[in-house]
Each structure stands twice: as C-alpha cells, then as structure tokens.
C-alpha cells in the first residue's frame, strides 16, 4: 500500500472516526471574532462531513480536521457520510457545520433543483478545492464499451444520496437510459463496489472522485486486464445542457496502470457551510486550507489540485463573507 494511503488512514483513525456515522451541531464556547470579521477562529468544536470510507472526502476531510484542531482554538472531527447530497441536507439541518460537496451537486442545492426540488438550501462556499474524475469501470468480459452498453448491466451506481449517485444519473440519461428501468443498479458504498467488482457480482461501476481513489486502485490492481477504465466524454456536450460545471479531463494511464491515458468527466468540489457560519471562523478555515495545503497533499495527492487562484469560483454557491476577507476579494 502506498505511504500516503497510510498515513491518510492513520490520521482519519485519529481524528475522524470519532464521529463517523453521526453528526454535531457547532459547540463554540467564544465566538466574538468569529461576527466582527476578524480573520481569527472562535473556540468551540465542529464537525466536516466528508463521504465513503474508501474515498478521497474522507482522507483529505480527516487530514483538514487534524489541521483545524492544531493550528486554531476550533476543534474539529470529520465524519464518515454517503457523501454530497446528504451532506447538505444534513449541513442545512445543523447535525454538521462544514461538508464536501460537488459542485453540480451544490448548484443543484442553491437552486432547488436535482435532489433538492423546490427547496432551495441556504449554503455557503468556503472555497473551491481539487477537481473530482468521474471514474468508469466495467468488466472487460462484460461487453460494456459505452454507457449506452449497460443497458440491463449490473452498475454501481454509487452510495444512496452521494454526487457519485446524482453524477451516474445523469450519465445514463445523457446516453438514453432510464437508471431505473434500464440498469440493474447497485447503490452501493465504495467498499461494497469494490468487492462486488472483484468478485464478478458487479459488470460496471460509476465514481467520481480525486486521482487516485485507493479502492479504485485495489479494483484495477486486483484484476488487472480483466478490467478497463472507459471515456465517457462524449457526453459531456449532454451533460453541460444540465449543469456547465462539467468540464474535459484526463485520467493519465499511470494513475491506474492502464494502457493508455483516458478521457473523463470533470467536475470541481466545493466546501460548504451554513449561511450563519461565524465570518471570522469562515475566514480563518479559509486560510488554513491553503496556508496547510502541505498537510492536505500529504494526506492524499489529489490535493494538489487545490488552487487559490480558483477558489472563489464557486458559482452558483455564494462565496461566504469571510472566505471573501480571507481571498481579498
């Protein structure tokens, strides 16, 4: 396994598991910096809510939570979630006070579309972080070479309320297909995919992630060339009639030993919190991110696509005040 792997799953042991599975609503026991727009925390505890065990939410998630907890009077645990869309659901209900989002997902909640119809979600950027890839895989005995192909295959579609979910969704419509009626769909956690993968219960699965997502890596060492990774981007003209967060990029074939390089699905993710999130709290995560950028890349590589330069692109989600103090804009 590779050293960032370890000590990814090192510092998550550490500080995420603590709350994996549940939520917290913000505990601050100062708080008066945090609404005067200083750029300084207030003391108190808050949660991240991040995504699948397996995937990069939850490495870089648990590494920021560990960075929070060092460097300010906050102290933060991340927690273990299905991912995207229940992560603003619960980030609006209060049971956590910072969560990973896609940013079609996050569009989609500002407003009140997709999974959020007619109720449009009072959420706020911090920034926006690395790009996500989405990640296609089939069996090569499968007869998959297309989207359009898995007509009647067995996918993972990934977990129930994820942006992998949302992101598999609309793949199969833009290829004409009723994710419904037309696929066998699996709503199953990275893990799960994985084993079904390697244990030839699942032809297909659907991933959208940071490069590289280790239990992607475990599935394409495993099986080696009984699996292929596929290019899905000549959707993506469909894709951005529905959201123009969808953008061309490449998975190098080095990534995940493969022949070639390959086309992908890019979409970027965004941090979010609450609209009542403290200005001085929000300014000063803000910073953290990118002055503890090192930290982050060394929990996982996929942090590097971490750009401050980019991160006040975050629309249609509003950036909040205080990223705007800590980004000078």
Request: charged content about 20%; overall charge negative; glycine content about 12%.
């Amino acid at each position: 396994m590779r050293s960032w792997v370890v000590r990814a799953a090192v510092g998550v042991l550490a500080v995420g598991l603590l709350a994996s599975g549940c939520g917290g609503k913000r505990t601050p026991t100062g708080g008066a910096s945090g609404e005067t727009g200083a750029c300084e925390a207030s003391a108190g505890r808050i949660t991240i809510a991040t995504g699948n065990s397996g995937g990069v939410y939850y490495v870089v998630g648990g590494a920021l939570a560990k960075l929070v907890s060092d460097s300010t009077p906050l102290k933060a645990t991340a927690a273990e979630t299905g991912a995207s869309v229940q992560n603003v659901k619960q980030l609006v209900a209060g049971d956590y006070d910072v969560a990973f989002s896609l940013a079609d997902t996050a569009a989609d909640a500002v407003r009140g579309t997709g999974g959020f119809e007619g109720q449009p979600q009072k959420v706020s950027a911090l920034t926006r972080l690395y790009p996500n890839y989405t990640q296609v895989l089939v069996r090569a005995d499968s007869g998959i070479s297309s989207i359009a192909d898995m007509r009647g295959k067995r996918i993972s579609t990934g977990s129930p309320g994820s942006g992998t979910e949302v992101i598999a969704h609309r793949l199969l419509e833009a290829a004409g297909l009723d994710p419904d009626a037309d696929v066998q769909a699996q709503r199953l956690d990275l893990a799960k995919t994985a084993d079904g993968m390697k244990d030839g219960n699942l032809d297909g699965l659907v991933w959208s992630g940071g490069l590289p997502t280790a239990q992607i890596t475990d599935i394409t060492t495993s099986l080696g060339d009984r699996v292929k990774v596929l290019d899905v981007t000549d959707l993506l003209d469909e894709l951005k009639q529905v959201s123009p967060v969808y953008d061309r990029g490449v998975i190098p074939a080095a990534t995940y030993k493969q022949p070639a390089d390959v086309g992908a699905v890019v979409v970027p993710n965004v941090l979010l919190v609450r609209e009542d999130f403290p200005r001085g709290d929000a300014c000063a995560l803000t910073e953290l991110i990118f002055s503890g950028k090192p930290q982050l890349e060394a929990a996982h590589p996929a942090a590097r696509g971490i750009d401050r330069a980019l991160a006040a692109q975050t629309d249609p989600v509003p950036l909040h005040p205080g990223s705007r103090d800590a980004l000078g804009g």
